[in-house]
């Protein structure tokens, strides 16, 4: 049995370090970390913690790669090409970086659109682990979790998958209270209880408290969307979420 972590959505490796941070048996792991983001620094970032965590896990490959529903190039709207300081949310869905001014209700795209490469996560994980290998996977990809977590339901990766970790995005990809409840059930009839990610705070998440502390409730969720209605994301305009500035 093999012991594997993967990490989708590797930003600038903050998750590298926090996973190695809170698993005490991180040398037998192995892990695989996905980041399509082509700013220099962001890839000089994600070296750097390889670097530092090297002999913190069994192996680590990074692959500057997306990770989606198939094989495919696709467009990703990269923001720290276009604004190095604000390299997070760079995403493969478009309703995560349009605004609108709500005076003009002119919209704007924030991030540099460019093709990337994108590796069809189910399929990847089938051709290369088994259902008896030790699977921790963790998605903080900006909106295309709906899409691959549906997908690797239907096509049964989700089966190899031992704990899963993701931050939903709601609001701020389009997708209503209603949407990401019926995710949530799903994963919990696949037997899956979808723990928050939050690299800064790992070691509190990873506390499962009667609560629910830890991993995504409806009460929870219900929080969530009024996080985000109080930070500006209101309106779905022709199927986007659109912040207004």
Not at 59 to 85: H, M, P, S
Request: proline share 2%; glycine share 6%.
């Amino acid at each position: 049995m093999r012991k594997i972590f993967i990490d989708c959505g590797a930003h600038r490796g903050e998750s590298i370090t926090a996973f190695c941070d809170h698993h005490t048996d991180s040398k037998e792991y192995e892990i695989f970390s996905f980041e399509p983001s082509s700013s220099e620094i962001i890839k000089s970032c994600v070296k750097d913690s390889i670097s530092e965590n090297a002999k913190r896990a069994k192996e680590i490959t990074f692959f500057n790669k997306a990770v989606w529903i198939e094989n495919c190039g696709r467009t990703f709207y990269d923001r720290a090409i276009l604004d190095q300081t604000q390299s997070e949310s760079s995403t493969l869905i478009p309703d995560m970086v349009t605004l609108i001014d709500p005076t003009t209700n002119e919209k704007k795209v924030i991030g540099m659109p460019v093709t990337v490469e994108c590796v069809d996560l189910g399929v990847w994980i089938k051709e290369n682990f088994s259902e008896d290998d030790h699977i921790v996977l963790k998605l903080d990809i900006e909106g295309s979790e709906y899409d691959i977590l549906e997908k690797m339901a239907t096509d049964g990766s989700i089966e190899y998958i031992n704990k899963l970790f993701c931050e939903l995005h709601g609001a701020k990809c389009g997708k209503t209270y209603y949407e990401t409840l019926k995710l949530m059930s799903l994963m919990w009839n696949k037997g899956h209880k979808i723990y928050h990610w939050a690299a800064n705070s790992l070691g509190e998440y990873l506390k499962e408290t009667e609560e629910g502390r830890g991993f995504y409730t409806e009460n929870i969720l219900k929080r969530e969307y009024q996080h985000w209605a109080s930070k500006g994301w209101r309106r779905v305009i022709n199927g986007q979420a659109v912040k207004e500035v």
